[in-house]
């Protein structure tokens, strides 16, 4: 049984939301007709076994439980008690045909609401209004209580502080003149002793009593100052500032202020403590103060908040660095990947298409570099965005196992997965998972010898952690390059032989691994291959679904679904010249061209393209300020927004993809998706029907 937990009394414009415990379906739709008769707003939840009535019960507020007394499966009195206990809140009506008096009488002192026959329906909205109206009277009776409750604690609290700090004052108060006197002299014996500046005023301003630290700090004589005034003391401004906070104090029970003392002609600040005291007939007779000097603790704080905010901008300034590195870097490879696509699809010579794809693979391999990189530095700079939720293992394993497949079919190798064993899920980011084990795999491959294996294989260990091992049949490591592993760009050699790499993967994959919360490890023997791991918190929480990002290739020579125009808001001339030659493909299709964020708004607003393709990084305004401006237009907004930009940040992608954007993609482009997204946006929708943000990212 779960635990108690109070329904809260749901908004009076809410429908009201009811669970019918009933199994006649008849019976049910004349509950139904009765309430709509009356012209009640509702949602009813119809069960008719235990278990459908607890499950009705967790999802979400129920105003009111109606209940037959008896069914094959269950009863209304089992519901009775099920309800007492779980929403206790929660009115209980019977509502029954064969429900006498007794019994009814029974269920009342049970704890239900009300009884209602089947024969006499008509009550049953009443019924229903009086039930919710008494609940939420109860829930706000019971609140109010817990709030007086709460005041009065609160105020007993504040007056023990306060008759703990006057309790030696108001005894002295009551003594004769010989006590009070002696008291005096003991009162300021110890207050010559305290740290901190001591002195009591009468209620004209008066000093009346000071201590040794008062007389140290000011340089004055307590007999030079007792009956004298703040302004006879001290010079004019500072004078006006003591005797203002005094007024203040005067009006309130305590307070406490920061002032300003001069020491040796240097500012020093005081925080003061200044409240009445009172006598034995409640009215104040005096008011004491304490100051304690404060000055090395403000210049502490003022530091400190100097560092924060110095710390805040530096952390601003290495976002801003890697939107800014992924851009500067992503922008010139899209021309060099962009157009060689192009070429790649145009007929060309064996020699000619063995140089564009030697283009394509060194554009693809700086990309990949690239990165690896901005990963590497979103770590180190604490900026690496992670959504961790429950992972499957066997389906995170054989999806990273087909990317690989290929390459380890090149070599000969045969790949295999113990997933018989691979039952748990773990708390990861879905595809930063991913990432490692790609890395993993791929190094099992590309290392390893001609005709062998890579096994993928799990185990668990102690403390709910669970291991997912990449082992090789490779020449292994030696001992002393075992340390070398995960440094950045250290590739063991590698680099003299013709395998590729940037040497950055295992270093990324640890600092995903522990940024997710795990480790990584590697154990291997020479001449007999290596054994991987990344290690991971283990949970038997259900794994949620994969979804895969990204749209599919499309043909670059498919013709475009209908006539349209497209306006590209871009500033970089190789961009919009890559755009106008792959759209080339589309003969249907009209390019219009902005070079400036404003210059794009008035051409949407002119031309009601069908379609915008928008970049980020403008001269005059920002890519997300365009979007915004676009949206506050109700007929521009219907125009779906494609963004295509360098910046590859993952909190720029969610941030416009929530302002609105229809899809998102990254440069350098695949052309197969960019004309995909283009007739997918075209297809799916009539010129300006795309007002909801969400779609796709790649």
Known sequence: MNRRRRVPVPDRDMPIRIVHVEDEPNDRELVAASLRLAGLTF???????????????????????????????????????????????????????????????????????????????????????????????????????????????????????????????????????????????????????????????????????????????????????????????????????????????????????????????????????????????????????????????????????????EAER???????????????????????????????????????????????????????????????????????????EPVSVKETVRHALALVAPLASKRQITLEFQEEAATRAVIADRQRLNQILLNLLSNAVKYNRTGGRVIVSTEEVPNERLRIKVTDTGGGIPRAKMKLLFTPFERLGADATAIEGTGLGLALSRGLAEAMGGTIGVASEVDRGSTFWVELTATNEPAQVGEEAGVADASLGCPSPRVATILYIEDNGSNVRLMERILGRRPGVTLVHAAQGHIGVTLAGERRPDLIFLDMHLPDMSGEEVLRQLWEDPDLRRIPVVILSADATPGQVRRVMASGAAAYLTKPLDLGKVLNTLDQMLTSAPPGAADVPGGIVT
């Open 43 to 309: 949602e009813i939840d119809a069960v008719d076994t235990r278990e459908a009535f607890i499950a009705a019960l967790g999802r979400g507020v129920v105003d009111v439980i109606l209940a037959d007394d008896h069914l094959p499966a269950f009863d209304g009195r089992a519901a009775q008690a099920i309800a007492a206990e779980l929403t206790p809140d929660v009115p209980f009506i019977f509502v029954s045909g064969t429900l006498g008096e007794d019994i009814a009488v029974e269920r009342l002192k049970d704890g239900a609401t009300d009884y209602v026959l089947k024969q006499r329906l008509s009550r049953l909205p009443a019924s229903i209004k009086r039930a919710i109206i008494e609940a939420r009277t109860r829930i706000e009776h019971r609140t109010a209580e817990a709030e007086i409750r709460r005041l009065n604690a609160d105020l007993e609290a504040r007056v023990a502080r306060r008759t703990s700090q006057l309790a030696s004052a108001n005894a002295a108060l009551g003594e004769r003149q010989d006590a009070l006197r002696l008291s005096e002299q003991r009162l300021q014996g110890i207050l010559d002793h305290s740290p901190t500046i001591v002195y009591l005023k009468d209620l004209d301003g008066r000093f009346l009593l000071v201590n040794r630290q008062f007389e140290k700090t000011h340089k004055l004589d307590a007999a030079a100052v007792r009956g004298r005034t703040v302004h006879d003391v001290f010079p004019p401004r500072l004078a006006e500032i003591y005797a203002k906070n005094d007024e203040q104090a005067s009006k309130v029970e305590s307070t406490y202020v920061e002032e300003p003392v001069l020491i040796e002609g240097r500012a020093h600040v005081f925080s003061t403590a200044k409240f009445p005291l009172i006598g034995t007939d409640g009215r104040p007779y005096a008011m004491c103060a304490i100051a304690t000097d404060v000055t090395e603790r403000k210049k502490a704080d003022d530091e400190v908040k100097a560092a924060r905010l």
């Open 314 to 388: 530096a952390n601003r300034a290495k976002s801003e660095f890697l939107s800014r590195m992924s851009h500067d870097l992503r922008t010139p490879l899209n021309a060099v990947l962009g157009f060689a696509q192009l070429l790649e699809s145009e007929t060309l010579s064996d020699s000619q298409r063995e140089c564009v794809q030697q283009i394509l693979h060194g554009g693809q391999h700086l990309l990949d570099l690239i990165n690896e990189v901005l990963d590497i530095a979103r770590i180190e700079a604490g900026r690496l965005s992670l959504s961790a």
